[in-house]
């Protein structure tokens, strides 16, 4: 079973910047694809990053794009999010989430585990 740890979420300033790491430990992780979704108090779990098994491809969100980059360090076990020029609608608890395939998808439904969240808030 693969465990999924988010951290680095906290309150920043709009304009702000903040990076997520998500840990993962239990099973091998250089073969499967992540991705990373946000919810905000209310609504549903939405998109925002993904990537490939191999970092070679990447997609975002259309709110996100320019500003967020997802990343991966296979030999520790770790995805990233960088979030830059922050919005107060980028407030959101940010999962991310693993899929037991080399490929992403867009939907939250085609992913196998997910972290416990971490809380990011942007204060205009």
């Known amino acids: 079973q693969v465990q999924l740890v988010e951290s680095g979420g906290g309150l920043v300033q709009a304009g702000g910047s903040l990076r997520l790491s998500c840990a993962a430990s239990?099973?091998?992780?250089?073969?499967?694809?992540m991705g990373w979704f946000r919810q905000a108090p209310g609504k549903e779990r939405d998109f925002v990053a993904a990537?490939?098994?191999?970092?070679?491809?990447?997609d975002y969100a259309d709110s996100v794009k320019g500003r967020f980059t997802i990343s991966r360090n296979n030999a520790k076990n770790t995805a990233y999010l960088q979030m830059n020029s922050l919005k107060p609608e980028d407030t959101a608890v940010y999962y991310c989430?693993?899929?037991?395939?080399?490929?992403?998808?867009?939907?939250?439904?085609?992913?196998?585990?997910w972290g416990q969240g971490t809380q990011v808030t942007v204060s205009s």
């Open positions: 239990g099973r091998t992780f250089s073969s499967v694809a």
């Open positions: 989430a693993v899929r037991w395939s080399s490929d992403y998808r867009l939907t939250p439904g085609e992913y196998d585990r």
């Open positions: 990537i490939n098994w191999s970092g070679s491809n990447t």
